[in-house]
């Protein structure tokens, strides 16, 4: 089985969480209905990466859930 790399990015500054499953393919982002969070796709749809804004604001233990189109 083939290893997968995840690329995570914190900036505390910008208060910006980015987590990408694949880099070795281009793709876009897209809104979600959590106007905090954003689905990174690739240009057949698949999800490939997401972001999460203001991530300091997640004050509760509840998940941030999202349904994948």
Do not use: C, H
């Amino acid at each position: 089985m083939a290893s997968k790399t995840v690329s995570i990015w914190l900036d505390p500054e910008g208060d910006f969480l980015e987590v990408i499953f694949d880099r070795s393919r281009p793709g876009y982002f897209r809104e979600t209905a959590d106007d905090r969070v954003m689905e990174k796709l690739d240009d057949q749809g698949n999800v490939i990466g997401f972001s999460i804004l203001r991530v300091s604001s997640i004050k509760s233990p509840a998940p941030i859930e999202l349904v994948l189109d």
